[in-house]
């Protein structure tokens, strides 16, 4: 009984930002596991390469490391957001040939959606954490103090004043 008290006051002390941050990691999770199951393949395997995935994985756990204490939780969304900017970055360096073969005679809507799934459920979900990530850093983390413990004080004593 007394871990769910403990994770009710942990989520009532979190503010709209912790849960953009938290959208963040499980997006970041589900790109990572898009990439490796999409360039795993051995047709597809010269694409791929391990920073990508080194830097999705410490997005996740920087995400989630830093959003779980209140000190550090402000930082969170800038980390697992710069994390997954640097993995993008990876992802495109070890793509481009891909992306220069496809788009040679120019870009076109039909050339971007005959693209190969892994490359453009990448990109899509690395615009997505990007946006969140900036918003996510615009809003705040945690709830003021005094409000978490006036609700807390409210629920303890019965609602009576």
Known sequence: ?????????????????????????????????VYVAAF??????????WTVIFFS????????????????SPWAPAAATLMEFLSFL????FGY????????????LSLIFQ????????????????GLGVAAMSIKQNKPEENTKVETEAITSGGKA
């Open 115 to 130: 693209m190969y799934y892994g490359y453009l459920v990448s990109i899509i979900l690395y615009i997505v954490i990007f």
């Open 57 to 72: 994985v410490l997005a996740i756990l920087s995400g989630i490391g830093l959003a779980l204490f209140k000190v550090t």
């Open 90 to 93: 990876m992802f495109m360096r």
């Open 1 to 33: 009984m007394r871990v769910f008290e403990i994770l009710k006051n942990f989520f009532k002390s979190k503010a709209l930002g912790f849960y953009f941050t938290a959208a963040v990691v499980a997006l970041s999770l589900v790109q990572l596991t």
């Open 97 to 108: 040939m891909y992306f220069s073969q496809i788009f040679y005679s120019g870009i076109s």
């Open 40 to 49: 795993t393949p051995v047709s597809w395997e010269s694409y791929m390469h």
